[in-house]
Nanobody
């Protein structure tokens, strides 16, 4: 059974940074588009980012553009989400996600996909 595993969440002050990592056992993440979405209590799921497999293109939600960066570490079979200039409204559970295709979905709307257990990010002073 495929398992995506997120790590790196925590508590950070506004303006701070965190780096999340997504890994998978038994699958080479390089073959697939890998994304992140987040969900805060009482709010709808929000697509955060995606990195494609086909050409390495990256895509971001409007609320995180210019602050978050996603990348791959092929040797470690990991996908990262570097989050800078964090704001209290970034507080959410962050999930690593893939629908097992090479390209990223339109508007970061994943539809039928697999995701991990999530990692909590809390931005608070």
């Amino acid at each position: 059974q495929v398992q995506l595993v997120e790590s790196g969440g925590g508590v950070v002050q506004p303006g701070g940074s965190l780096r999340l990592a997504c890994g998978a056992s038994g699958y080479t993440l390089d073959y697939y588009a890998i994304g992140w979405f987040r969900q805060a209590p009482g709010k709808e799921r929000e697509g955060v980012s995606c990195i494609s497999s086909s050409d390495g293109s990256t895509f971001y939600g409007d609320s995180v553009k210019g602050r978050f960066t996603t990348s791959r570490d092929t040797a470690k079979n990991l996908v990262y989400l570097q989050m800078n200039s964090l704001k209290p409204e970034d507080t959410a559970v962050y999930y690593c996600v893939t629908d097992w295709y090479a390209g990223c979905p339109e508007k970061l709307d994943w539809g039928k996909a697999d995701w991990g257990q999530g990692t909590q990010v809390t931005v608070s002073s």
